[in-house]
Each structure stands twice: as C-alpha cells, then as structure tokens.
C-alpha cells in the first residue's frame, strides 16, 4: 500500500541528508565541510483510522495524515470526506 493521505494527498518526499566534519571556525577549528550527501525520504505521518459519519450512520475507514484528522475535527467527516471524494 502506498504512502499517501486519502484527504490530504500527503506522500513520501525525497531529499538529501547532509554529512559535515570538522570543528566550527569560532571554537577554534578550521570550518565546518561537508563530506557527504545521502539521499532520504521524508515520510508523511500516516495514521489508519475509523471515522464515525452521522450523515451516513456508519463509519469509514481511511489512512490519513494527522493534518487531515485536524481538518475533520474543523470542518466535519462528512463534508470532508466529500470533498475529497471517498462518500
């Protein structure tokens, strides 16, 4: 299953993580260099979730992103759900 956020669209990000040695210029070192760069993912936080729905009587089940569950809480399930076309 993918990374992606049902509402939000929300999905893995690369990007690169920085590698530095070398002690900073005003401890008395020579300057801080950058020896190596490796690449990563950032990863959306992606949480498996029933929601309960009034409007329907049911619940639904979704793999959101906690921005999402706050934008539920704000606007309501359904007019969520809608918008993002899973009702």
Do not use: D
């Amino acid at each position: 299953m993918a990374q992606v956020c049902s509402i939000t669209g929300k999905r893995n990000v690369s990007g690169r993580r920085i590698h530095r040695s070398g002690l900073a210029k005003k401890k008395g070192g020579v300057g801080r260099h950058v020896t190596k760069v490796t690449k990563r993912t950032f990863q959306p936080n992606l949480q498996n979730k029933r929601i309960w729905v009034p409007e329907l009587g049911r619940f639904v089940r979704v793999r959101i992103s906690a921005k999402a569950i706050k934008t539920i809480s704000k606007n309501g399930a359904y007019a969520t759900l809608k918008k993002a076309g899973l009702i």
